[in-house]
């Protein structure tokens, strides 16, 4: 199983849809026996939903980014 540092430090291509197929499978496993990074998960993704959503153009990966680094910083223990 992957570590809690390397799932948060894949979170961000993951949300974005970028990740490979096979960290993919190795995140979705870590989340499914994490709690730590699972509410991690859930935060940033309704957080990244409401930014998008709102916005009425399409939010660049850098500001993305920056969205999820800040939520992160914010839930990380
Ligand atoms: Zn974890």
Not at 13 to 20: I, N, Q, R
């Amino acid at each position: 199983m992957i570590s809690c540092e390397r799932f948060m430090a894949e979170l961000g291509e993951y949300l974005e849809g970028d990740a490979a197929a096979g960290i993919r499978r190795q995140l979705e496993e870590h989340l499914s026996h994490c709690r730590t990074c699972w509410v991690t998960y859930d935060s940033v993704r309704k957080t990244l939903r409401i930014v998008t959503d709102s916005a009425c153009f399409d939010v660049s990966e850098a500001l993305s980014e920056s969205i999820v680094e800040r939520v992160m910083a914010r839930v990380r223990p």
